[in-house]
């Protein structure tokens, strides 16, 4: 079970290599997100900024709570 849930986030990951998140301006913010309309952001009191998922994963952000 464990490894096919691994076997799935490879071919996502894989699948969404190029796409784009977004992320607060914040040097605070610690989460990534799917949409820029998500409610995670709407506390968000700095520019919103799109950046590709691999940078977001690079920067070691990690997936908005609201979107798991
Ligand atoms: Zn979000």
New binding site residues.
Partial sequence: MKLLLLALLAINSVHCSTSMV?VCGSPTAT?????PS????SNCNYRIVAISLDSARESNKT?????R
């Fill in positions: 977004y989460k990534y997100h799917l949409s998500c409610r995670g952001l997936l908005c709570k609201w979107e």
